[in-house]
Structure formats: C-alpha cells, structure tokens
C-alpha cells in the first residue's frame, strides 16, 4: 500500500474560493461538439468566432461546483471549469471558466456522455448548461454557459441530492431530498419512472453498465429498478447498524457485474458488494474508521476510490479489494465529491475546504516487476553467497 501526503505536489491541489460540492471531467467530445457548432454558424462581419481547441493527450478539463448559498456571506454561487496538465501533473492556478448562479447552490452535476453539456441541480430546481468556448491570453479553453433549454418537469421540484445519466445518454435518473425517484427519457424529459416515496431520501443513484437496472440507496434498505418495465424488483437489506451511503456499479464488462454499496457501522466505512442476478450480499469488506462522505469507480471498473469526513482519500483495489493508495489529509475539510477521468488515469475530488485536487494512478504493474526483480536478486546474491561458503568448507583438511 502506499501513503502518500497533502504536500506531495502542491501543483496538483488549487484552492478556488468556493466551497466545492460537485466535480466531473469533461468528456473529449465536448470540445468537438463546439467545433462543430462553431463552424456550421454564420461568420460575424466584426469578428472571427474563435475556435476552440479540443484537449490535448495532456490536458483536460474538470467542472466544479459550489458556492456559498443564500445569504450575505461573500462567497458566490458559480460553476466553474479548470484544466489539469498530465504532463506536469497540475492543476490552473485558476478556474479558466467561471458562471455565476446567483443565491443558487450549484450542488449535483451529471455531465452528458455524449459532451452536449451537463444538468446541475439547484436548492429548488435543475438546470442544464451548455458547453462555451472561451478565448483568454490567445488560448482557446472551454467553460459554460446558461442554456435556452429548460426542464419544465424539474422546476420547482425541491434539492435534487442524486443525478446521473445512463452510459448512452438516453436516460436521465434523478433522487430528490423528499425521497422521490424520476427517471426521463432523454432529451424529450419523457418520464418513464415516478416513485414518490422510492426513500425517506434518495442519497444516490447509479445505472447498470447494460442499462438493465436502477440502484438507489437512502434512508432503510437500497431498492434495485428494472428500467424497461419502471418497477422496483430487488430489497438490499441492510445488516445490523449498517447506514447505506453510496451505489456503483462494476465498470469492467464482466459476465457477472457486481453491485457497490458504501455503509456506515459503528467500527466504521464498509464497501458491500451484491450479485447482481440473485441480489444477494457477496462480502462487505471494512475500509476506513471513519464515514466516507463520496465514493466511485473506475471506468475501467480496476479500481474504488472512497473519501471521508477527515479529508483522506482512500484508492482500493475492486480485484482484491485491498488498499492500493491512501493519501492523507488530500483535503482540509471533508471530500464531498469524487470522479475517475474516462482513460481512469486520474482521479479528481472536491472539498468544503474550497480544494480541488487530482491523483494520478500509480501503475502497480510496474511497481510489482520492480518488486519481483528485487527479490530475484535477492536471491541470487544469497545463492551466491552460501555457494562460496560451500566452497569454503570443501577446502578444509
């Protein structure tokens, strides 16, 4: 296992003035679909459109939100979007996108997989936004902008705690702080599911790789959704004092997907995980002592990453489900939301603690050949060593 410490590369970890609550990459496509956009509209006699470049191997870009809320605290509500360097391993000193939400708390984003924008859920509603190119010392970046589109079906509906998209971006599930469940089809906002009382509160929400079913977890035990026929079909008991948090799907396309549950015990954070075709608990191994307050999965469906209320940041290995990395005290305050870049090289996470950082994934392939050649010539040197002693001996009268 390997430690690692805040102050490993301060490049990596920027503080950005607001305290952050939602983070996610921005898929590649987003910056196509703006080039597209830009060169399919008319020419402006006063000014060239700038075109926007699409990331690079190295750079990428990662949205952000959060604020201060209501009230006169000083800190503004906003979106923003910043880049990450892979080759140099840091983050912009500042965001290179920013969009006020005025009194609105950005909380919860979903960006589309398809790079058409993202929705973020508002104390009252959820809007969607649309990708933006933006042009700032002769570089060409993206940011966001407010979008014409509106969801008349998620006005007025109360803090969404819960928003995801389905891998082809046809389906959007949202889970309200008032333990209501939609799901819509997408972009039409057809609904297709419609629990009111799916949880006391719906805490998260994940769809399966093969779009099949609907995890949501909350107060009482989780609940598991066929998505073709909109009907609850599977309980996930909760065992003893156990406090359900967090639900993921594996992402590695095996025949037997598994299902990722995060739980709260008296001794501690635990990760639970179901078959996904009886719906019965497989093993719930303990992870951390304290809550873990985000969760997620690689795309590549390797690894789970876990943060907690104390600001560590715990990587887990989904194979063998031991600790691979811990970086402790990745944050000030407690992490409140995680994401894995799509090419699972990176790992990004937010914090109250108005930080943003982003953990390279060490390649333990290499570091197990090391390893390995380390102890071979370990045991050379000592075969060597006890066959001159042997000759030693044989030269004895």
């Known amino acids: 296992m390997r430690n690692s410490n805040q102050n490993d590369d ?7 003035g607001v305290p952050l609550y939602g983070a996610a990459w921005v898929p590649p496509a987003a910056a196509s679909a703006i080039k597209s956009g830009s060169e399919s509209a008319p020419a402006k006699e006063e000014a060239a459109e700038p075109e926007p470049a699409a990331s690079s191997a190295s750079n990428h870009h990662i949205v952000l939100t959060g604020g201060g809320g ?16 892979f080759t140099s391993n840091s983050l912009s000193d500042q965001p ?19 790079g058409e924008g993202l929705i973020c859920s508002l104390p009252k ?20 902008k407010s979008s014409e589109k509106v969801l008349e079906k998620l006005e007025d509906v109360g803090q969404q705690l819960a ?3 389905n891998n082809e971006g046809t389906l959007l599930a949202v889970g ?8 819509f ?6 609904i297709t599911l419609d629990e009111a009382s799916a949880h006391a509160s719906v805490k998260d929400i994940d769809f399966s790789p093969d779009d099949n079913y609907l995890a949501s977890v909350g107060s009482g035990p989780g609940r598991i959704w066929k998505v073709a026929t909109a009907t609850p079909i599977a309980s996930l008991p909760k065992d003893n004092d156990e406090i359900f948090g967090f639900c993921r799907f594996s992402r590695s396309g095996d025949l037997n997907p598994v299902l990722y549950v995060t739980a709260m015990r008296s001794k501690g954070g635990s990760i639970v995980k179901w078959n996904t075709t009886s719906w019965k608990r497989i093993s719930s191994t303990h992870i951390v002592r304290d809550p873990i307050s985000a969760f997620n999965v690689s795309s590549d469906g390797k690894l789970l990453a876990v943060g907690t209320i104390q600001g560590d940041i715990w990587i887990i290995s989904s194979a063998s489900m031991r600790v691979q990395t811990v970086v402790r005290k990745a944050h000030l305050g407690l992490v409140t939301a995680l994401a894995f870049s799509q090419d699972s090289r990176a790992l990004v996470s937010a914090s109250l603690d108005s930080s943003a950082r982003v953990t390279l ?9 090391n390893l390995w050649f380390i102890l071979f010539i370990i045991l050379v040197a000592v075969a060597v060593y006890y066959g001159k002693s042997n000759r030693v001996v044989s030269w004895e009268p």
Not at 125 to 144: G, P, V, Y
């Open 10 to 16: 301060a490049s990596n970890c920027k503080k950005y």
């Open 70 to 85: 209501e009230g006169r605290s000083g800190i503004p509500n906003a979106l923003l979007v910043s880049t990450f360097d």
């Open 96 to 114: 290179v996108g920013k969009l006020g939400t005025g009194s609105d708390l950005p909380y919860r984003i979903a960006v589309h997989p398809g």
């Open 125 to 144: 509603s959820c809007r969607w936004f649309d990708w933006d190119a933006t042009n700032s010392k002769d570089e060409h970046s993206l940011s966001l």
């Open 163 to 165: 928003l995801t998209f």
């Open 176 to 183: 309200g702080e008032d333990g209501k469940l939609r799901v």
């Open 185 to 190: 089809k997408w972009p039409d906002m057809e």
């Open 361 to 369: 994934i060490k390649d333990k392939k290499k570091y197990g050949l």
